[in-house]
């Protein structure tokens, strides 16, 4: 029986592997649990792709169980609906940080690798936007090698990213002021790097999870129209 949807990808996955494979896939999900508390908020539809339902998303956030205690946190520290809008990106920039440290293989290198085009990303648009690089940047680490790199260019008039980031500064000067076509040729960049992040003639849990995490993104891309595009991309900038 052929496999045709992610649920069945997630489900065959479950079953062929060991629990601490599976945790694997837990953690990269969970990326998507912790972005869905956004549109949860907004009383907008969430991504099917995480670990939570809608309803069990919103148990854990009334029970303060399941999700990681810096979600808790961050959400105590910020009371209002607007301030938890406001700084979302803070929370997610929280999630690869915290993951990071203890992931592995695969699943480390990538958490790494959207943690920085997300920086870039959104360096590139506080300069085209004229907003300020050092207030979008005031929740990082300031001696962070890719942040303290943005930092160093506050004062430039076009960011210049590191040499493996200068293909996303072309595509988001290619398609500056189209969200969706912007969107999709970031899916495509995300697509592609990730093909390139493991050895496809060695079958492995990371070159399964590199999979997987593909056919999100593909998945994702086409379920996109205008208006969430933007939003999506909004959600990069941090104040």
Same mark, same amino acid.
Not at 60 to 69: T, Y
């Given at each position: 029986?052929?496999?045709? @949807?992610?649920?069945?990808?997630? *489900?065959?996955?479950?079953?062929?592997?060991?629990?601490?494979?599976?945790?694997?896939?837990?953690?990269?999900?969970?990326?998507?649990?912790?972005?869905?508390?956004?549109?949860?908020?907004?009383?907008? !539809?969430?991504?099917?792709?995480?670990? #939570? @339902?809608?309803?069990? &998303?919103?148990?854990? #956030?009334?029970?303060?169980?399941?999700?990681?205690?810096?979600?808790?946190?961050?959400?105590? @520290?910020?009371?209002?609906?607007?301030?938890?809008?406001?700084?979302?990106?803070?929370?997610?920039?929280?999630?690869?940080?915290?993951?990071?440290?203890?992931?592995?293989?695969?699943?480390?290198?990538?958490?790494?690798?959207?943690?920085?085009?997300?920086?870039?990303?959104?360096?590139?648009?506080? %300069? @085209?936007?004229?907003?300020?690089?050092?207030? *979008?940047?005031?929740?990082?680490?300031?001696?962070?090698?890719?942040?303290?790199?943005?930092?160093?260019? %506050?004062? +430039?008039?076009?960011?210049?990213?590191?040499? =493996?980031?200068? +293909?996303?500064?072309?595509?988001?000067? +290619?398609?500056?002021?189209?969200?969706?076509?912007?969107?999709?040729? &970031? +899916? !495509?960049?995300?697509?592609?790097?990730?093909?390139?992040?493991?050895? =496809?003639?060695?079958?492995?849990?990371?070159?399964? &999870?590199?999979?997987?995490?593909?056919?999100?993104?593909?998945?994702?891309?086409?379920?996109?129209?205008?208006?969430?595009?933007?939003?999506?991309?909004?959600?990069?900038?941090?104040?």
């Amino acid at each position: 029986m052929p496999l045709d @949807s992610f649920s069945d990808l997630i *489900e065959a996955f479950y079953m062929n592997t060991s629990k601490k494979d599976q945790q694997q896939l837990t953690s990269l999900r969970l990326f998507i649990d912790i972005s869905n508390i956004r549109p949860l908020f907004l009383a907008e !539809e969430i991504d099917r792709q995480g670990n #939570l @339902s809608e309803k069990d &998303l919103e148990e854990a #956030l009334l029970h303060q169980m399941i999700l990681p205690q810096y979600v808790f946190d961050f959400l105590e @520290s910020h009371k209002t609906l607007d301030e938890k809008l406001k700084y979302f990106p803070v929370l997610l920039a929280q999630f690869f940080l915290k993951e990071a440290e203890h992931a592995t293989g695969f699943l480390r290198a990538f958490f790494q690798f959207e943690r920085e085009w997300r920086l870039v990303l959104l360096a590139l648009r506080a %300069k @085209s936007m004229h907003r300020d690089v050092v207030q *979008e940047l005031q929740f990082e680490d300031p001696l962070d090698p890719l942040v303290l790199h943005i930092l160093m260019q %506050k004062d +430039a008039a076009v960011y210049e990213p590191p040499e =493996e980031y200068k +293909a996303l500064k072309e595509l988001f000067f +290619a398609h500056l002021g189209d969200p969706l076509m912007q969107y999709n040729a &970031l +899916a !495509e960049y995300r697509f592609m790097h990730v093909r390139e992040m493991v050895d =496809e003639s060695a079958f492995s849990v990371d070159r399964i &999870l590199a999979y997987l995490t593909q056919v999100m993104l593909l998945e994702h891309k086409n379920r996109l129209d205008t208006m969430r595009g933007k939003m999506i991309l909004d959600t990069f900038k941090t104040s």
